[in-house]
């Protein structure tokens, strides 16, 4: 019954590293999501694509970049990770025929930059 | 989108109904009312949405005011594990392009024993 699976709950990376965060759909949806989620802040989006290799800039893009190769796998890189980015982050698939009421997200992953 | 305003937090006895508002003033005639809930380190689960009718499904109802400016999202039993961060959003629906889910700080609903 899993419809959208992030890679990991929890990481722990070091000031500089690369990361990748994986988000796997399967449910055949063209629009996916990356938010983060701060305590008092709600969700901010912070990249989203409507196709395959087609991706756009949410409200808090800097720092990040993001890959969609397939339909169904989307992720989100930190290029040289910053404690500043530290956060839970959530992944969102959403079929565009059914507008936010089919909006299903993955559990989140938390990531603590040390 | 249109700007919606919850409460920051809230309560309400288990077995209660809990009543959570939302203010979308300047909500216009092609947006819907969507409610969004986040369990504690979990993602955000969809719950119901509306467009000017009164809605109810499985987990809430979702009365609209006439003038559409705000709504009220009802639990009719609340228990402890509907304790959680509610979302209301506005947002037009059309299709073909891609939809941006934004969130506010939503209301934090504790549900007492």
């Known amino acids: 019954d899993v419809k959208v699976t992030q890679s990991s709950r929890y990481l722990v990376k070091r000031t500089g590293e690369k990361v990748f965060l994986e988000c796997v759909q399967d449910?055949?949806?063209?629009?996916m999501f990356w938010y983060r989620q701060d305590p008092g802040l709600g969700l901010r989006l912070i990249y989203f694509?409507?196709?395959?290799?087609?991706?756009e800039k949410g409200d808090i893009p800097e720092g990040y970049s993001v890959s969609r190769e397939k339909k169904e796998r989307f992720s989100l890189i930190l290029e040289s990770a910053s404690t500043n980015q530290t956060s839970m982050y959530l992944c969102?698939?959403?079929?565009?025929?059914?507008?936010?009421?089919?909006?299903?997200f993955g559990q989140g992953t938390r990531l603590t930059v040390v | 989108d249109a700007k919606t305003t919850q409460p920051t937090s809230m309560d309400c006895a288990e077995g209660r109904a809990a009543n959570l508002p939302c203010n979308h003033s300047?909500?216009?005639?092609?947006?819907?009312v969507y409610w969004y809930r986040q369990i504690h380190s979990q993602g955000p689960q969809y719950i119901i949405h509306?467009?000017?009718n009164n809605e109810t499904n499985e987990m809430a109802s979702l009365i609209i005011t006439e003038d559409r400016k705000s709504s009220t999202l009802i639990l009719p039993h609340a228990t402890l594990r509907d304790t959680a961060v509610y979302y209301c959003i506005v947002r037009v629906v059309f299709s073909g392009s891609a939809r941006q889910l934004t969130f506010g700080s939503g209301t934090q609903l504790t549900v007492l024993p």
């Open positions: 509306g467009l000017k």
């Open positions: 449910m055949d949806h063209e629009n």
């Open positions: 694509s409507y196709d395959v290799k087609m991706k």
């Open positions: 969102a698939s959403i079929d565009p025929d059914r507008g936010l009421a089919e909006a299903f």
């Open positions: 300047t909500i216009s005639g092609n947006e819907y």
